[in-house]
């Protein structure tokens, strides 16, 4: 395994990445811990955890991000025992890796976190920044805390298996990293590296990777706990899309919601006059080089559950929905939109 990046996060908290192209150097960590420890995977990664007896195996799906599934996770490390210097151990998906880190957070107020990402949603989206979630009454990740994770190992071999519509859906999210880049060194990979992006090719897929974690890590190293309204512009695309989401019962994947989202967002900033028409089509072209399924009609029927679900968008202040918008490469800005403007989205 190889140290790739460092994330500094308050009160000199570090989280560090490493890379690796073998599962069993990922097993190897896990067994070589010194403390005590519980693995919480779903039922399509159970084989992936080196201790079935100290692992707890959860529902797979969206559906199961719950008080249900959280419980379990909590009552199987009290059943072992574990204390507080215990550490959870998350092998899957981003639901899986959520809802770990929400019960490292919660147990004892607080215990040891490591995150082994089996998805590229996961590597790229649910690792660095301390996400820990479930999703409450239909709307997600509206019940949660920042609880970073000491060690997140990536192992690049686990993408070789993943089911395309789950591979374009963590797509989405490198994208949209390509768009809050400083520069456009994410964009250019993404161009230039297409043909071995989608036959995954394992070096071309590492240094993605690489890429997408270091645009996160420059916005949540700044706003660690989203208190400075920096952080928030990772929630580009994710207003309108988890509204998608929440009004589908999550039949649409994440990734695909976000690009569907995104392209609403570049739209809407079009129409404001605050994204500029060369930079929205600049956008747009780097979208299209990759097969997303985002071409979604929101039903008339639908229209106010989804202005209604927008309103309950957990970046809301003030009692007001900020959408992201943007001016430029890494330029975002939050801006409202009115329930007239969501529609006029939609239609």
Known sequence: MEKRIEALLDNGFVSSVYFTGKTDEMKERILSLDKDYVVVTDENTFTYSPSPERTVVLESGEDHKNWESLERILSFALDRGMGRDGIFIALGGGVVCDMTALASALYMRGAGLMLCPTTLLAMVDATLGGKAAIDFRNTKNTVGAFHPASEIII???????????????????????AFLSSDDELYKFLFSNRDGIMARDTAVLEKMVELSLLVKKSYIEKDPTETKGIRSALNFGHTFGHA????????????????????????????????????????????????????????????EAFVEATKKDKKKSGGVTKFVFLKGLGEPILSPLTDDQIAAMIV
């Open 244 to 303: 998608l989401e929440s009004i589908t019962d999550y039949s649409i994947s994440h990734g695909e919601a976000v690009v569907w989202g995104m392209k609403k967002a570049l739209t809407s900033g079009l129409w404001q006059g605050i994204t500029p028409p060369p930079f929205y089509l600049w956008c747009i072209d780097l979208i299209s080089q990759f097969p997303f399924l985002d071409e979604y009609k929101v039903a008339k029927k639908d229209y």
């Open 155 to 177: 192992s690049l071999s686990t993408l070789s298996s993943l089911p395309d519509k789950e591979f374009m859906c963590g797509m989405g999210e490198v994208v949209k990293h």
